[in-house]
């Protein structure tokens, strides 16, 4: 794992990013100029010299367009990647968005550059970007190698709860190699088989100390030479912190929190926030201008009520302030108390069903961001009376109100929408991963996540 102002991400992953796009780039330059050859009228020379602005950026177009069609195809989660090798079916339709695209686009670069590719250059160009990727992808455990093995020291509730959020979250980069108490000997009576000795017959590069109890144990010394044999070795809560990128509220202790330097907010951190929050918004706002017109006058002509839909939620340090969105649900929605939203919701209009489902509702929060309540970034809000509830029943749930709630979040497009006090537990880990490490690198991945869920329809309710 990489870490870059405090966040983790895969280092397997920038590796295939990396040699993918150089991948296409080349293949897709080979492929344009072997078929603009190939089609070029018998004894006529191709004047790559004129040709070659056009050539490239045929090939710088393709790049992004390319690895951003793979990317909302979720081909950069390894997992999901290595599935669709035998079908191939993600790739296709990634391959046959950007060759649309891309063609549109070159069709009419002429009337703005003075620019004009080679006749078969397109098709030359989206077929070798094709094979390009599809070296790649062939390929795929040479490029980002295999999974790395972690052998886990513990076999109680707390080790097995770590192989399963590996098994359900590490997308292919990690294996469980073995659950260990090393206080029990082994089958034929032997003595234990010390984890140092262990981890190097199995060939763990991870060794992760997960015991429930840790009276008795003896195995301090042999972690330490682990880790003085090159393996990585960590506390439960440390390798989930930085490889599923989630803190797990069963194995945090208040200390962790207590010492993390991350939490240490500067002045001029949150006055860079601050004002990266009100240019996002500002432009958000500015963009999405045209269309609030047609969302009003939808909502008017579908049922009656007002346009818009004010509600008290917690905001920083436990603060309640009026929360603004898009009406989508009937005047008589809460006529028998507050209750959870749910997935198909009876309670929602025709339009409010439209606009839930492209995140259109949320659109008026851009104002409580712009008045200082909300950042653009951050955990949801959660209205007072059942983040009362769930600070009752969920340890560490006040946490959240350590930043600013948000209108987008790392819990949101990490972990599909809940409407219980198990999902509220689940999107907790997140955010508490947000709160800790929290910086602009990451809220700015976080909005360039939130574009696909957008453009996807994910985690509507």
Known sequence: ???????????????????????????????????????????????????????????????????????????????????????????????????????????????????????????GGAVGALVGTLLVRSSLRAVVGGPSRVLIVGDGLKAHAVAKSIEQGGEDSFQVVALVDPRVPRADGSPPEPVDVLAERLGAGFVVQAADDMRGANWMDALLRCRLAGRRVYEASGFCERVLRRIPVAHLRTSDFVFADELTVSRSRGWTKRVFDILVASALLLCAAPFLLLVVLAIKLDSKGPIFYRQERVGLNGKTYWL??????????????????????????????????????????????????????????????????????????????????????????????????????????????????????????????????VLLARGAR
């Open 324 to 453: 603004w969105k898009f009406r989508s649900m009937r005047t008589d929605a809460e006529k028998d108390g507050a209750v959870w939203a749910r997935t198909n919701d009876d309670r929602v209009t025709r339009v409010g069903r439209f606009i839930r489902k492209t995140r259109m509702d949320e659109i008026p929060q851009v104002f409580n961001v712009l008045m200082g309540d909300m950042s653009f970034v951050g955990p949801r809000p959660e209205r007072p009376v059942f983040v009362e509830q769930l600070k009752q029943q969920i340890p560490f749930y006040g946490l959240r109100e350590a930043v600013k709630p948000g209108l987008t979040g790392w819990a949101q497009i990490r972990y599909p929408y809940g409407a219980s006090v198990e999902d509220a537990r689940n999107k907790l880990e997140f955010d508490l991963y947000y709160v800790k490490n929290g910086s602009l690198f990451l809220d700015m991945g976080i909005i360039f996540h939130t574009v696909r869920h």
């Open 1 to 123: 794992m990489l870490r870059v102002f405090h966040h983790y991400f895969s280092s397997r992953k920038l590796t295939l990013f990396i040699i993918e796009g150089a991948a296409i780039a080349l293949a897709c330059l080979l492929g344009a100029v072997g078929c603009a050859r190939m089609l070029a009228p018998a004894n006529t020379h191709l004047p790559l010299a004129q040709s070659m602005p056009a050539l490239l950026l045929l090939g710088g177009t393709f790049v992004p367009t390319f690895q951003f069609s793979l990317y909302l195809m979720d081909l950069y989660d390894l997992r999901v990647a290595a599935e669709d090798r035998g079908r191939g079916a993600r790739l296709l339709k990634a391959a046959g968005v950007t060759t649309a695209f891309v063609g549109v686009l070159m069709l009419v670069a002429p009337a703005v550059l003075p620019i004009r590719l080679p006749p078969g250059a397109l098709l």
